[in-house]
């Protein structure tokens, strides 16, 4: 694994966080609402002195600055998830997850916060509570929602360690990631997942061979932070399964070591204790 990054929010409180983020986010509001009440203004000055045409570029003005500051609110959020993603702080994150709540506004906000917010919980070794913050997603979903949303899902099932559930929900993913176009990085997306979720299946049945295969998949395409350590806890567990525990450990240790604050890095720390042995891990 490549050496840990960091956010800018690596070594700020919660209750900062969150501050930073709503402000930046208000500043979009503001800068959006003055720069559409100009355009407005200007398109109906132009068309009082009956230059009609102006309503043209003024919508294609219009619809520009609302895209601009659309992609920086996303922008924004990004760097948010890099909590989770990067600094591997599944505690930070659904702290500020909850300090957000109240904040954020109907629609895909909405549902990205509560996506976030559950994948936190479930990574954090709250599966029930994620389940229950996306159980409540019913509106219908674009394909990168839904993807969170399911993604969310399995997380809490690898948790709980609920194989039945994960391999349910299989064909749900399958029909995502063959209705997306070749070269569409949601497709990517939807593989990964779907490689996650036959990993966990192959390894509760035993089925060393497809667990392999899926587990090579998950690791060519782990990037982030977070999901290389969940790649060296899954690449440990299958390990341990097949016996061979001196293999694992530098897997478990390289989770304990850089997991952060994410549930898997204190089972990877109750596997070595429980196996003591020549380990590396730095305290």
């Avoid at 559409?36 to 009956?50: D, E, K, P, T, V």
């Avoid at 990631?177 to 997306?189: Q, R, V």
Wanted: with cysteine.
């Amino acid at each position: 694994m490549a050496e840990q990054q960091s956010t800018m929010y690596r070594d700020m409180e919660p209750e900062e966080i969150t501050r930073k983020y709503w402000a930046a986010d208000y500043i979009v509001d503001l800068v959006s609402m003055v720069g559409l009440g100009l355009i407005i203004i200007a398109a109906a000055w132009a068309a009082n002195m009956g230059q009609t045409w102006a309503f043209i570029p003024a919508t294609i003005v219009a619809f520009i600055v609302f895209v601009a500051l659309n992609a920086r609110r996303l922008r924004n959020f990004a760097g948010l998830q890099g909590i989770l993603m990067v600094d591997c702080d599944s505690q930070k994150m659904e702290r500020v997850c909850e300090l957000s709540a109240k904040r954020t506004k109907k629609g895909a906000e909405r549902v990205r916060f509560r996506t976030l917010h559950g994948m936190a919980q479930a990574l954090n070794g709250k599966p029930d509570d994620a389940l229950e913050m996306v159980g409540g997603i019913h509106d219908k979903l674009q394909a990168a929602d839904a993807l969170n949303v399911k993604s969310v899902r399995a997380a809490a099932y690898r948790m709980k360690g609920d194989t039945a559930s994960a391999e349910a929900m299989v064909n749900e993913v399958q029909a995502i990631h063959d209705g997306l176009p070749d070269g569409n990085p949601l497709k990517g997306a939807a593989g990964y997942l779907l490689a996650q979720l036959d990993f966990a299946i192959a390894l509760d049945k035993g089925d060393w061979e497809q667990a392999e295969h899926a587990l090579e998949h998950v690791e060519n395409q782990a990037a982030a932070p977070e999901r290389l350590v969940e790649a060296a806890y899954s690449h440990a567990l299958l390990l341990d399964a097949q016996g061979k525990p001196d293999e694992a450990r530098p897997h478990f240790e390289e989770v304990a070591a850089k997991g952060g604050t994410l549930a898997i890095r204190d089972k990877a720390r109750d596997w070595l204790d429980a196996h003591p042995g020549q380990g590396k891990l730095e305290a």
